[in-house]
């Protein structure tokens, strides 16, 4: 069976602080793949990363980087000098081989003040 | 192309009404997704068709749910007989076969009084 457990339910910082959005996942196969999915208030997911299994190696786009560690299960997210826009839900989520399946975490809303 | 699209956005019905919803996927994509969504919760995964064929159906899906795509592109959710616990936002994503991008339309938030 898969899940996703996103155990932070909201967080709140002040702008331009560094923050770290934690998911721990877990499955029996080897070949998956997570995905980062962000919510704005206007309600439609918006696609951010997806990394596949076979692929450790962590990744750095703008002010956004991404810590894959199959060690531990987890693909942690975090957002360098956020910005008010970055005030939204997060989603982390996974799924196996054919993409016909996505597996959501209960997301953690993030708050982030001027 | 506008993205995936979803009507209506809102609706409120009485206990064992009846509902469909739409949803009108990106004109190439040959998957289409179901997903419902609570309050604090992540989307859970209902149902997925692959042109006009319904591969795969989540426990979630009782009897009183039933989804279409009669022509491998728009899709029907139909919910028979609500309950109060069908409450939910109800979400459609289409994307390319085995493509891991999905994209979401806005959603319908369905509430039953």
């Known amino acids: 069976a898969q899940k996703v457990t996103q155990a932070q339910t909201e967080i709140s910082v002040v702008e331009k602080e560094d923050v770290t959005l934690d998911c721990v996942y877990e499955t029996r196969d080897t070949t998956y793949y997570l995905f980062w999915y962000k919510q704005p208030p206007s309600g439609e997911l918006v696609f951010l990363i997806r990394?596949?299994?076979?692929?450790?190696q962590n990744e750095i786009s703008g002010r956004y980087s991404w810590n894959f560690q199959k060690s531990t299960s987890s693909f942690n997210f975090t957002i360098t000098a956020s910005q008010v826009v970055d005030s939204a839900v997060y989603f982390c989520?996974?799924?196996?081989?054919?993409?016909?399946?996505?597996?959501f975490g209960s997301g953690t809303k993030l708050n982030v003040k001027p | 192309d506008t993205g995936v699209s979803q009507n209506p956005r809102h609706k409120i019905t009485k206990r064992g009404q009846n509902v469909t919803f739409r949803c009108d996927p990106i004109?190439?994509?040959?998957?289409l997704y179901w997903y419902r969504q609570t309050l604090g919760q992540g989307p859970e995964f209902l149902t997925y068709f692959q042109n006009e064929a319904q591969l795969e159906k989540s426990r979630l899906l009782s009897d009183r749910f039933s989804a279409e795509r009669p022509k491998g592109s728009f899709s029907t959710l139909e919910i028979q007989r609500t309950e109060q616990g069908d409450s939910a936002m109800y979400l459609c994503?289409?994307?390319?076969?085995?493509?891991?991008?999905?994209?979401f339309g806005p959603g319908t938030r369905l509430t039953v009084t």
């Open positions: 004109s190439e994509h040959n998957r």
């Open positions: 994503a289409s994307s390319l076969a085995f493509s891991y991008e999905q994209y």
């Open positions: 989520a996974l799924s196996i081989y054919n993409f016909n399946k996505f597996y």
């Open positions: 990394r596949n299994s076979f692929d450790e």
